[in-house]
């Protein structure tokens, strides 16, 4: 089993759908979840950034993370042609030693 | 196989002087990736390469900061007249595909860099 899981997508939805995007893993040790956006051609850029179990939103981003399940997850309201990239979630221990990002999942947000 | 791996572990230098950060790469990996990790912080992208050219380097906080990657392999992070405030985590990152939701990232131990 892969240590952390992501649907690779694509994922095309039209504008303004709610976006769901999800990531299992199988590290209990991990504490920090972060979502990284990764447009064509650029760097991944960090979007949002939770530590333990718990919701945490930032305007029309909502992260939540289910540790009993070892199961993350973004939500993306009112989705935009410009939210349309790859999304990567991203985990790490206590330590911020081992940390895993998986392997992205394709957005498209159609006009 | 050995994973991606990076020298120093640790640094230690003064303010004002330079410092060079190396990565090994996994062999065969096209792309290579740097990220700065403030203690408490996300990784946040430097900037990265696919095989010897660099893509994007939006992320580089300043001129200070330089990256090469000559013959696709090894990749140098380069940082001239250090400043306290470059002190963090540098880590590395590198992985098979240049495709964007098909290359899953496997990262390098880091280098903690103290500037005094």
């Known amino acids: 089993q892969k240590e952390v899981e992501q649907d690779p997508g694509p994922l095309s939805v039209p504008e303004g759908a709610i976006v769901s995007l999800n990531c299992t893993y199988s590290?209990?040790?991990?504490?920090?979840f972060m979502w990284y956006r990764q447009y064509s051609r650029k760097g991944p850029e960090l979007l949002m950034y939770t530590y333990s179990s718990g919701n945490k939103e930032d305007g029309r981003f909502t992260a939540q993370v289910d540790k009993s399940s070892k199961y993350i997850s973004l939500f993306i309201r009112d989705s935009q042609p410009s939210d349309s990239a790859t999304y990567l979630c991203a985990m790490s221990d206590n330590y911020g030693q081992n940390f895993v990002f998986g392997p992205g999942t394709r957005l498209s947000v159609l006009p | 196989g050995a994973g991606v791996s990076q020298s120093p572990r640790y640094k230690v230098t003064k303010r004002g002087q330079d410092v060079a950060l190396r990565c090994d790469p996994i062999s065969g990996h096209v792309s290579l990736y740097w990220y700065r990790q403030a203690l408490g912080q996300g990784p946040e992208f430097l900037t990265y390469?696919?095989?010897?050219?660099?893509?994007?380097k939006s992320g580089l906080p300043n001129d200070r900061f330089s990256a090469e990657r000559p013959e696709g392999s090894i990749s140098t992070l380069t940082i001239q007249r250090t400043e306290q405030r470059d002190s963090a985590m540098y880590r590395c990152?590198?992985?098979?595909?240049?495709?964007?939701?098909?290359?899953?990232?496997?990262f390098g131990p880091g280098t903690r860099l103290l500037v005094l």
């Open positions: 590290n209990s040790a991990f504490q920090y």
């Open positions: 990152a590198s992985s098979l595909s240049p495709g964007q939701g098909e290359g899953t990232q496997y």
């Open positions: 390469f696919n095989y010897e050219a660099q893509q994007d």
